[in-house]
């Protein structure tokens, strides 16, 4: 026994294991901070612990960002809101280290910790920090100062508000450029908090300047910040400053660019309104979804139903409605699959009438894809049409492609599916399941691949959730424990792991009579993975089940295996057994 | 490669390009600039103007004639698709009245215009810069996956090979005056010089670094912006996004840069050191850019001997932790990197250092392992490490003594016991005496776990005692008396 003689002093402990040559105890130390912390006492931590810890940041980046985790949550630890600044010099240090995971973590913690900050006590803490970073000698500080405006602004005094600005306006335009990205990326953000009048001017100018850059990264950066800057201004500043910006961006040379404005084009919408929508933006969006390049189609053909939301249902008809349907034969699989994962949103928007007329023959179309994603899409989406056209005019269709991707070569298809089977029951109803369905739920139990034959076991529970133990009594039980005589031992664990899912579904009589004999039977299997899965089994069983069963058929069962020549069957039966006591001990 | 397509060029080029041959095609009226945007590119099948003749008209200047031969290769052609004139006749046009270009700008004797120039450098930006395509999505069949790491050709190297050729026939003719061409040749026409950097084709890349290399040497005043233009690129690379194709290029054109540099070294490029090309060594690609990287490095070391010191704790900070191959490729370049460490340097750096390499001796991957231990077959790392075994001996001990133990592999096992023999040749004593020191660690060591872990359940039964305060200002009444009192004996 090791003993511990000397007084224990916190920041000792803390330091020696600093000193540790294994990062792992550094680490680990590092993650108890706040026991240290706390055994100090809120003041001792402020006086000494802090500036501890701002001294020593030449750790290795993995401490580093622990560290600068932690410390965006100390502030009940130095003695709260009001001592949290003295928090923020080593965070200081942290936002300028080189490594980006390790500033990025600084930076959350500085906003996080901020957020709580006193009115004062930003004007007097805070700020002078994001001026010091925003005048930083090297371009990490810099960077990091970007992502701080947002929160020093609001608590600022006005001659301090405008000095923020015009940092602002300078780091647009630094030298280098991960300087100007970051001051890109986070303008949205920062626009947030200022003034309508400021906005207009001196943030649009900036913007302007950034959509011009010649740096494609930095553009690229600044049409993200389109649509945020959009939702901020009144409607009219809106189609003034941001409609020509994003119409040029949608016909810009770099496809990545037009990608961005593919992605976020609907939510201008909402900030521009129906006019300058109908005549401007519908347009440019036509356009992204017959662009030539396949990326650009696929992240217009993602956001088609949210489009479709904004507009009236005739303009979406007229103008939309004959894209999607050329994308539906698109050459691409991957704009297809796009287009597939949205599209059944569409039939709530356009109502019933179109749907049918219009829709449908595209739904049924992409059922038939060639390409196993865009059926699995369609077939994920199910609920949303059920709810406008009821599910009678797809149940045709349907069942071939859910045949057939139950059958699909690839088992991540086949697994997918599987997981859509509950949603598929639920919208298709029992008789449905019972006639189609249930034979390709049990193949699933003898697939070959193990991820197929738990998921379909997981499934049966699933099932049965749904449709209530009657009816698994009746089509499931009896099929899964016919099952157990399967030659192939791999076959037999499955219909255990399913025994298990299926008994809490089932409730405690049942499982007594109908599912604890096969287990118990199991026990004699000749295979040891059978007979230690049949402990694990028991194991899981025994909340279930009465005690008296578990006394009379369980434990001695579990006794007998624990007797048994091999290590592991002996091993699980000795941790069901210890189970079991617990178990009954506390109840 | 580029010699090689230099020498193809020369044999194909036709002999009588300027002398009247009949038309060539000019481009139509629809300006130039706004071909390979969004969409349709001119198709010369659909659009056929009138070809005027080019060259051969009496009373035509030099200069009209190299202008009217630019103005045609400022049209472009879509070789992306398989669409009707595949081999146009214009197109074959194109290339021969690049290669026509190319002889012109390497035979001329005369300085070129300031027209000539200005337009060459228009049309090289025509043809050059442009959008890559998005990279190919891996399909649902296993082929594609396949084919992930052959390199991309570009459809149209069919005339963008003779405009680099003339590119770099441009930037290297002595008719070329540099005063003039530098008005064109500008810093942004160099910062996208220096983007096409990042093409999927091998041989663009290759023609590039021929041209960047070139253009570094004669456009003496725009050598800050491109060192400084490269800095961004490596920082971005490092830092934010982990993608480019054409590190090893740009490294090796610095290659030449660096050895360059006057002694002393300047600031500035001790920063680029220690800024951008340490940093290298982190992101996970480091293996297709290694070679050039460890070149660039050994050159500043070459020129300051006293950076190897920085270079290896770069390195140490950079260390993988769980790829065994970067781990190996490392340890290469720190073997070169030592070669050239003298002693004062190397006595600073070598306590962390050889704790690195005591990790990578025990690692159970048996060629980091070995690569490791043929650090002691180089002569120079030898003799650094002989002369200073006091300190390094009872570092790596332990490492030894855990291989000749445990480890699995037969020849890790047999080089560890040479070296541990080499030491004991060195100094017996002081081999005994860590192999003592290393038995009576191993007998406390879970005494120490066990104290650790008393330690931390100390403190944190003593945290407990102590409210954490939301708003309510609690303060500990202990001030200066130790915290915890001990309870354990």
Redesign the interface.
Known sequence: ??????????IA?LIDELKN?DIQ?RLNSIR?L???????????TRKELIPFLSENNDD?DEVLLAMAEELGVFI??V????HAHVLLPPLETLSTV?E?CVRDKAVESLCRIGAQMKENDIVDFFIPVVKRLASGE???ARVSSCGLFHIAYPSATDPLKTELRTIYGQLCQDD???VR?AAASNLGKFAATIEQSHLKTEIMSIFDDLTQD?Q??VRLLAVEGCAALGKLLEPQDCVAHILPVIVNFS??????V?YMVANQLYELCEAVGPEPTRADLVPAYVRLLR?????VRIAAAGKVTKFCRILSPQLAIQHILPCVKELSSDSS??VRSALASVIMGMAPVLGKDATIEQLLPIFLSLLKDE???VRLNIISKLDQVNQVIGIDLLSQSLLPAIVELAEDR?WRVRLAIIEYIPLLASQLGVGFFDDKLGALCMQWLEDKVYSIREAAANNLKRLAEEFGPEWAMQHIIPQVLEKINNPHYLYRMTILQAISFLAPVMGAEITCQKLLPVVINSSKDRVPNIKFNVAKVLQSLVPILDQSVVEKTVKPCLVELSEDPDVDVRYYANQALQACDQIMMSS | MWKGFIGKLSGKAPKSVGGGGGGWGSPPSKSPTSYGANGGQWDPMRSSPPLPVVAGAEGDTREDVFLRKVTVCCVLFDFSTDRVGRDSPERERKRQVLMSLVDCVGAAEEPLTEAMVSACVGMFAINLFRVFPPKVRPGAGGAAEADEDDPFFDPSWYHLQVVYELLLRFVMSPVVDVKVARKYVDNSFISRLLDLLDSDDPRERDCLKTVLHRIYGKFMGNRPFIRKAVSNIIYRFVSEDDHHNGIAELLEVFGSVISGFAKPLKEEHKLFLCKALIPLHKPKAVGMYLPQLTYCITQFIDKEPKLSGTVIRGLLKYWPVTNSQKEMMFLGELEEVLELTEMPEFQKCMVPLFRRVAHCLNSSHFQVAERALYLWNNEHVFNLISRNHQVILPIIYPALERNARLHWNQSVLNVTMNVRKMFFDMDQKLLLACQKKFQEEEEKQAESEERRRLIWEHLERNAAFHQVTGDISFSVVTKSAPLVAPTMT
């Open positions: 026994m090791a003993t511990v003689d000397e007084p224990l002093y916190p402990v040559e105890l108890r706040s026991t240290i912390a706390r055994a100090l006492g809120e003041e001792r290795e009940p630890y003695g709260g809101v009001e080189e980006t090297w371009f990490t280098m450029p991960m990205r010649d494609d990264s016909q810009d040379k770099s496809w990545r037009r662009d030539n390049e396949a990326e699989q991957h390409f196993p994603d690839h």
